[in-house]
Each structure stands twice: as structure tokens, then as C-alpha cells.
């Protein structure tokens, strides 16, 4: 539990429990919620029973209070400003009344790392629940016009149970005050481009006689009723034509791209580099001279023009200089991989696979660039990788062999320490972030994430050595690498 308190504080995530007359329930609630989590913000609305002061009797808890009830959709508010006052970047909001079993946050923390960004509700397993029509009527015909408002199906769109992104809730000055404002709190964002998934949570519903309940049949029915309405004009008016838009924008985006590194390699970087290899002796000052073209394509494309829908960032860790060769070591995402690599020195070289070798954009730029396919074999490799180790050159591979699917960190191979062994040189880790968001493995539609790559500290022979052989360096490197993605994907996502 204390390692799910620490992810959550490192996420930026907290709890936030809107309470109005919950005396019952609310001490329970409160306490559980602490065991999950240790930030917790509880908003009385204007509670006229004892519920202000068993609060007031509560520790760890930063409690805002108000004299007058105004409604949950007011009380949401007051507890979103409050989180984003303190520096939280989402919030997990939990009722009062005891239905929500705050052990489900761990689901939502687990959707949180899937789908960073996005809005999470709880799918309600309602299963052998006993409930009234009217409650089962309301769940229903809530759904069907969240449907209709926002093209999107399956979301239990009455669930209190959510886990909030709270730098991306549009129109959150405009929400109303009452029950309401939990439709609002989704249709708006999801206008915007905001994604929203379900998390499977657990409920309890009390004997009838001993539920508490502010929901006004009538008043509040009729509320939502007119809201509706006017979602679903604004739906057709505004939703729509930006939806619309973004979908044009989107497909634009990658478009634009293909067509920019299409015609940049097939006009002018391949005949360029045809020309000036077949013309004069390729010298070593020359071959240089060749790499120092590639990092500065790298560098232009990262640094100065930028992937369309990206932020790139990059950290260096203090006193490491890449003029010392070494073998690199980064985890592997997307084909922008080596251009984010490449903007730190032009004397790296990479190991690819086949299809890279004879790609027919940039195949003979590659070939003659001193990139070897590994499937020549690392024996047969390593007299041209020690010719590259003289001559000052990096040797950079990717441990896990192939693009991961999900951006998680994948086993690693052996080769690039065997390697680092046979040359007698430090490994050099890279870690990577954004490039498989944005463009993941088998798609071809550029998505929008920041892009951050950080170089570490060099791991000498001696360390290596202390670790143990190749296979334990490779395990023992890949915990390494997991730790660090996770703390970098805690720091980044925070502001996705």
C-alpha cells in the first residue's frame, strides 16, 4: 500500500470527497480513502448535521468548508481549485455516502499509467444490486444522451466515481452547480479532444430505508432534462464542427510529415549523399563529414521544425561528454529514435535491423554511414565496431531488440554488453520517452505527446563487472530502466 501512496503522490494524484449531511458514512469513508491514498481533500457543502465536526476530528486531511450548501457540481469546483492550488495534476473523486469502495483506486491509478491525459469513470458492476426503476431509468437515459452528445458508448456516465485530468476540464467556470455538473464535467472536456475510458469499480447500495439521498426527482430531473437540450443544440452547433476540425487537423499532421521526410530524402538528402560518396575517395575526414550531415538533419528535425503535434526536451546529467566512445544503450519506441539520439554528437553509429538497412529512402545513406545490420552477427561485427571504437565513434544498440508495443520496457538481450565487453568500453544508457505515443508500433497516424530523451551517467568496466556477466549486466540494466521510465513517465504526464 505505502508503494501505491508513493505512485499516486508522484503522479500528482489526489482524492477529492464532496460531503453534504453524510454523518454516517463519512468518518469510514474518509479513513479508507487515507489508506489508499495520503492526499485528500474533503469539501463540506454546507453539511447541518454532525458531519463538519467529525471532520474537524479527522487528521491528514485538507478539508474546505463553506456555510451554506450549494450543490455537488459547486463543491466539485471548490475542491478542483483547491487541488490545483496545492499542485496536483489529477483528481479521483469519491462519494460520501459509502457506495464507492475507495480500494478501487488502485484500478484508477493503473488506467491513470495506461492513459495518461484522459478522463477515467468507474463502470459500475451493478450485478445482484437491488435498485429502484427510477434509479434504473436515470442510469439509462443518462447514457443514451451522453451517447448521443458525444459519439462515445459504454462510459456510466452517472458513476461519482472519477478520475479527473485537472489542467484539461473545459469549461469548468460554466458547469453548474448541482448533479447536473457530473454530465457537464464529461461531455465538455470529451468536445475537446479529451479521451475517456471506464475502470471497473465495485458498489454498494444499503438497504433502501437506510440510503441517504439529495437528489430532488422532480426539480432535479427537470434540470438535467433542460440540460440535455442544450448539449445537444450546442452538440450539432459547436461539438461537431470542432470535432470535425480536429479530425481534418489530425490526418493533416501526419500528412504534412510524410510528405515533408518523403520529399526532403527522396529529392534531395539521397542524391546528395549518392553524389557525395561516389565522388572523391571516402576519407575518414569525409566520412565524418557524412555524419555530421545526419546529426544536423537529427537536429532540425528534433530541435528547429519539430514532429508536428510534439515538445521536444532533452537533459544530459552533469559532466558526461559523448566525445568519449562508448556503447549506447536506449529502450526503443519508434522509428524517431535514432534522430533523437543523434542530436548529441555525430560520432555514433547504430546496429539495425534488415528492414532499416534497406529502407529506399534512406538505405544507402545508412549503409554508407557505417550502420551494420545485426544480422551479420556480433562476432562478425565486432572487427568493424572496434575499427569504429578507434576512430572515436559510438556504438549504439537497443537492448530490447525491437519497438515496444506499449512503451513499456521490454526483456534485454545480451548483445549490447557482450559488445561493450569484447570493445573493453563503458555502456552509456539513454532513456526515451513519447517517440512509441507518437507514433506507435504498426500505425501510421502521428498522435500528439511531448518527446523527452535524457542521457545518464556512464556505467565504467568496473561496474560492469561488479554486476556480473553479460546476462546479469542486461538484467540488472533493464530494472535500472524501468525505475527511471517510471519516474520520468510520473514527471511528464502530469502535464500531458
Known amino acids: 500500500m505505502q508503494d501505491q501512496q508513493k505512485l499516486l503522490k508522484d503522479r500528482g494524484i489526489c482524492v477529492i470527497i464532496p460531503v453534504y449531511n453524510n454523518e454516517k458514512t463519512i468518518g469510514e469513508v474518509v479513513r479508507k480513502s487515507l489508506d489508499n491514498c495520503l492526499d485528500v481533500i474533503v469539501v463540506n457543502d454546507g453539511s447541518t448535521d454532525s458531519t463538519g465536526e467529525i471532520l474537524h476530528s479527522l487528521s491528514g486531511i485538507t478539508l474546505v468548508e463553506y456555510p451554506d450548501n450549494q450543490g455537488k457540481g459547486y463543491a466539485l469546483k471548490r475542491g478542483f481549485k483547491k487541488a490545483l492550488e496545492l499542485g496536483f495534476a489529477y483528481a479521483i473523486t469519491i462519494d460520501a455516502d459509502g457506495q464507492h469502495y475507495p480500494d478501487d483506486i488502485a484500478n484508477f491509478l493503473k488506467a491513470n499509467q495506461k492513459h495518461p491525459g484522459a478522463i477515467l469513470v468507474g463502470k459500475r458492476n451493478l450485478d445482484g444490486v437491488e435498485r429502484s426503476k427510477g434509479s434504473s431509468f436515470a442510469n439509462k437515459f443518462s447514457n443514451f444522451w451522453f451517447t448521443v452528445q458525444t459519439l462515445k458508448k459504454g462510459i456510466d456516465a452517472q458513476s461519482g466515481y472519477r478520475l479527473y485530468p485537472l489542467k484539461k476540464l473545459y469549461g469548468l467556470s460554466i458547469v453548474s452547480a448541482r448533479y447536473e455538473s457530473e454530465l457537464e464535467l464529461l461531455v465538455l472536456p470529451a468536445w475537446h479532444g479529451v479521451k475517456i475510458f471506464s475502470v471497473p469499480i465495485r458498489v454498494y447500495y444499503p438497504p433502501e430505508n437506510e440510503r441517504v439521498s439529495h437528489f430532488r426527482p422532480g426539480k432535479d430531473f427537470a434540470r438535467i432534462s433542460v440540460l440535455n437540450t442544450i448539449l445537444c443544440i450546442l452538440g450539432l452547433i459547436y461539438a461537431l464542427p470542432l470535432g470535425i476540425i480536429r479530425f481534418i487537423f489530425k490526418y493533416l499532421r501526419t500528412i504534412y510529415a510524410a510528405l515533408v521526410f518523403g520529399v526532403f530524402t527522396l529529392l534531395f538528402l539521397t542524391p546528395f549523399v549518392w553524389l557525395y560518396v561516389k565522388i572523391g575517395k571516402m ?84 549503409r554508407h554511414a557505417e550502420y551494420y545490420p545485426v544480422a551479420e552477427g556480433i562476432d562478425n561485427l565486432l ?83 561488479a554486476i556480473g556477466n553479460e546476462m546479469q549486466q542486461a538484467s540488472y540494466m533493464r530494472k535500472i530502466y524501468i525505475e527511471k521510465y517510471s519516474q520520468i513517465c510520473n514527471e511528464i504526464e502530469q502535464n500531458v
Not at 575526414?285 to 510534439?310: A, E, Y
Not at 572515436?392 to 537492448?399: M, R
Open 283 to 366: 576519407t575518414e575526414k569525409k566520412q565524418l563529414k557524412l555524419h555530421k550531415l545526419i546529426q544536423n538533419i537529427s537536429r532540425f528535425v528534433m530541435l528547429v521544425h519539430g514532429i508536428p503535434g510534439t515538445k521536444f526536451s532533452y537533459k544530459v546529467a552533469d559532466g558526461v561528454s559523448m566525445e568519449k566512445p562508448r556503447v549506447v544503450i536506449c529502450n526503443h519506441q519508434s522509428h524517431f529514435d535514432l534522430a533523437c539520439q543523434l542530436i548529441f554528437t555525430p560520432k555514433i553509429v547504430f546496429l539495425t535491423n534488415n528492414w532499416v538497412w534497406n529502407n529506399p529512402f534512406y538505405g544507402f545513406m545508412i
Open 383 to 465: 572487427p568493424k565496431l572496434q575499427n569504429l571504437i578507434n576512430r572515436g565513434y559510438n556504438i549504439a544498440v537497443f537492448p530490447e531488440g525491437t519497438r515496444s508495443k506499449d512503451c513499456k520496457i521490454g526483456r534485454f538481450h545480451q548483445g549490447a554488453f557482450y559488445i561493450a565487453q569484447k570493445l573493453g568500453v563503458e555502456i552509456l544508457p539513454m532513456y526515451l520517452y513519447g517517440t512509441g505515443k507518437v507514433l506507435p508500433k504498426k500505425t501510421y497516424v502521428l498522435q500528439k505527446s511531448p518527446i523527452y530523451i535524457e542521457v545518464d551517467k556512464p556505467l565504467t568496466r568496473s561496474e560492469l563487472d
